[in-house]
């Protein structure tokens, strides 16, 4: 039966076709990779065929997983904060990913392959946090392999499937291209309506360097909760007196203090999101005057060349 020019053309491309694709998803790019390997792995007739697509997976996933470890490792959390820039969802943040990774250790690079999003983040990270090499490439061959493996099967068991829906995509073209723009254009408008909530939580008023600066002058310090994970506190320095936190655990930190006393939360998120989402929550708890301060720690940094007091270098 016919399939069309799609079939032929990833026919004759299969496993450059997978390299490619699976280069580009692990390095960051919004592209799928698994229908383009279980597609292939459809059109195959021999099991020594499946094994040349999954080799082509598992070493693009390792080449720019390699790439990512190795920046993590040189440039530390500078790489962090431009994924996390780059993120769709920027509340997330590192502290998160870094999170998971504590909790999961090297099985957060074997499981990580099948979370969106933080297969990506999860190497700089490893890279960051010293992981020995050798261990960061074994775990992440073993998470390409199954991830990778486990597509390429079901492409293969579903072969009748795939082609039947090939056909019915020849057939029906122009219908499938107008649903699919329609499902790009709905996810837009969602990621739009995101941004423009998020910009309305970010309104909450901000304390700014200039407001810290001075109250150094005039008064102590207010409530400080550090939102930033460990391994960045280490690496950074500690802010003194200051409570460090998640944001989903602000309510504990802060249950000890008085509800009419200034808070300030920071974290080292771009637009300042985690310190944002911790003030709401804290108002929500009953805290009359929370602020984000505004800038992050790359503010606090800079406050700390006039105030050195701000931030104890470990």
Not at 59 to 82: E, H, P, R, T
Not at 125 to 130: P, S
Not at 263 to 269: G, K, S
Not at 276 to 291: I, P, S, Y
């Amino acid at each position: 039966m016919q399939q069309g020019w799609l079939t032929d053309f990833f026919r004759q491309n299969d496993s450059l076709m997978v390299f490619v694709n699976v280069l580009l998803q692990q390095l960051g790019l919004p592209v799928p990779a698994v229908p383009t390997m279980m597609f292939n792995a459809s059109q195959a007739t021999q099991s020594g065929q499946l094994l040349v697509l999954l080799m082509a997976a598992v070493g693009a996933s390792l080449i720019a997983d390699l790439i990512w470890y190795q920046a993590g490792k040189k440039f530390g959390y500078s790489v962090l904060k431009f994924l996390c820039k780059m993120s769709i969802n920027p509340g997330s943040c590192v502290n998160q990913t870094e999170a998971r990774f504590h909790r999961w250790g090297v099985w957060s690079l074997v499981v990580g392959k099948f979370i969106p999003g933080f297969s990506t983040v999860a190497p700089p990270v490893a890279g960051a946090l010293g992981m020995p090499r050798t261990s960061f490439m074994l775990a992440s061959a073993a998470g390409a392999a199954l991830w990778a493996g486990l597509a390429l099967l079901a492409g293969f068991a579903l072969q009748a499937q795939i082609e039947a829906a090939l056909v019915f995509l020849s057939a029906q073209g122009i219908r499938i291209a107008a649903i699919f723009i329609g499902l790009v254009l709905s996810w837009l408008v969602w990621k739009f309506w995101q941004k423009k909530r998020f910009e309305k939580l970010a309104s909450i008023p901000h304390f700014s360097a200039t407001e810290m600066s001075d109250t150094i002058k005039t008064s102590a310090l207010p409530h400080i909760i550090d939102l930033r994970s460990p391994a960045l506190i280490a690496e950074t320095g500690t802010i003194p007196h200051a409570m460090v936190s998640e944001v989903k655990q602000v309510g504990s930190a802060a249950q000890h203090w008085p509800q009419h006393e200034m808070i300030i939360t920071i974290c080292a998120c771009p637009g300042d999101a985690g310190a944002v989402h911790a003030a709401h929550t804290l108002r929500q708890l009953g805290f009359k005057d929370v602020r984000p301060f505004a800038g992050g720690f790359d503010a606090w940094q800079e406050l700390s060349v006039q105030h050195p007091h701000l931030l104890i270098k470990t």
